[in-house]
């Protein structure tokens, strides 16, 4: 966990807050949002407010896997990855999240974090307890029913993540992750996508980093990859039929 320093009192039910514009796409703020009655929204001031704010430095851990764990995680600011470890020290992406996502979802039927969680750049989070979902959820159990719903999606969309980048050739699977990063960074299909550092593209699909780096070599001379420094790092336009021929080739 971050030090005590990089800590704060969230402020979930603060509208003049500055550091509002992080909670829009976040389901505990959503909740919030959705209450019109004063007495109801002064009453959940008191009950979320053991919510902290903290903040983690790149290839810091959040939570580590086999951990008992009494807080869920809402991402605030950057991109943590959910990784496995092999025996020999090697790990696999098994998912990301970003802002509005919560891991450690599985701590709603298992005491125990299924993974461990690292941060891939600077991050902020929310860290939940489950004590404030248990006290929501008893209390006004409607209330708790779209949360419970967006964290139920978000938990069957992680069963498909190692299918949909596990099979297939090198390059079927980079496409189809390129992609998906597309559509996850923006909310819809465009032709570019804010990638990760190839080590990482390399931990999602299961490769080694020279596998990735070949075929990104390749794409870039044949004009299906640009990079778009001027937009940001790792940013790059693609081309959309092509790159979505690929993907599709060993479905």
């Given at each position: 966990m971050p030090k005590?320093?990089?800590?704060?009192?969230?402020?979930c039910t603060d509208e003049n807050w500055p550091g509002r514009e992080r909670c829009l796409a976040c389901p505990i703020y959503k909740l919030v949002k959705s209450q019109t009655d004063p007495e109801m929204i002064a009453w959940l001031a008191q009950v979320l407010s053991p919510i902290e704010i903290c903040r983690f430095d790149a290839g810091?851990?959040?939570?580590?896997?086999?951990?008992k764990g009494q807080h869920i995680?809402?991402?605030?600011?950057?991109?943590?990855?959910?990784?496995r470890y092999s025996q020999g020290g090697e790990y696999r992406i098994v998912q990301l999240f970003r802002n509005g996502e919560s891991f450690g979802l599985e701590l709603l039927t298992n005491p125990h974090f299924d993974h461990s969680v690292v941060a891939i750049e600077p991050a902020e989070v929310c860290q939940i307890p489950l004590s404030v979902i248990r006290?929501?959820?008893?209390?006004?159990?409607?209330?708790?029913?779209?949360?419970?719903?967006?964290?139920?999606?978000?938990?069957?969309q992680a069963e498909t993540w190692i299918v949909q980048f596990s099979t297939g050739t090198v390059r079927s699977r980079l496409a189809r992750?390129?992609?998906?990063?597309?559509?996850?960074?923006s909310g819809e299909e465009i032709n570019t996508a804010r990638l990760l550092p190839g080590r990482e593209l390399a931990a999602v699909l299961g490769v080694t980093p020279e596998s990735i780096s070949r075929v990104m070599a390749q794409?870039?001379?044949?004009?299906?990859?640009?990079?778009l420094p001027e937009i940001?790092?790792?940013?790059?336009?693609?081309?959309?039929?092509?790159?979505r021929r690929l993907a599709e080739a060993s479905l």
């Open positions: 005590t320093s990089k800590r704060e009192p969230s402020r810091e851990t959040a939570c580590r896997a086999g951990d995680f809402s991402v605030r600011a950057g991109i943590f990855k959910a990784v006290t929501v959820e008893e209390k006004v159990p409607d209330l708790c029913t779209p949360l419970m719903e967006e964290w139920h999606d978000q938990l069957r992750l390129v992609i998906y990063l597309s559509v996850w960074n794409w870039k001379r044949q004009n299906l990859l640009q990079r940001g790092a790792e940013t790059y336009r693609f081309d959309k039929t092509q790159l």
